[in-house]
Each structure stands twice: as structure tokens, then as C-alpha cells.
């Protein structure tokens, strides 16, 4: 069964605390637009610390290396 909009918007404001508090952690200025941002995207860029390792370092995921066994078995 799914959530009354209160508990959703309860959720949002407990996750823009925890930004808030890791915002002011980080010695940046918590604007609205940080705090929406931050609170709605697990990860805020695609740098190669944040973004996704296969795209930066050409690394396989575990269903390409089971893939590539059951393949090279046969």
C-alpha cells in the first residue's frame, strides 16, 4: 500500500536535514537549491569519484564477468 503525501513530504524534509548537516560539514553554503539537489540525487555529478566506475575505468560489471565465464566454458 502505498504512502499518504504527508509521510512522503515528511521523508524529503528529514533527507534536507541530513543534506543540511552534511552541507554545513563540508564548509558550503546551504542554499535551497543545493539542498533540493543534493536531497533528490544520490549522486550530484558524474565526476569519476561520484559517477559510474564503467564509464571512467572501463570496469566490468559482475554480470558482463559471469557472462564472459558461461560463454568462454562452452
Do not use: I
Amino acid at each position: 500500500m502505498a504512502r499518504a503525501r504527508d509521510y512522503r513530504r515528511y521523508q524529503y524534509e528529514l533527507r534536507k536535514e541530513r543534506v543540511r548537516k552534511r552541507l554545513r560539514w563540508w564548509d558550503l553554503d546551504p542554499t535551497p537549491f543545493r539542498l533540493g539537489r543534493y536531497a533528490n540525487t544520490p549522486k550530484p555529478c558524474s565526476c569519476y569519484m561520484c559517477g559510474n566506475p564503467r564509464k571512467h575505468f572501463l570496469k566490468k560489471t559482475r554480470q558482463e564477468y559471469f557472462f564472459k565465464d558461461d560463454v568462454d566454458t562452452e
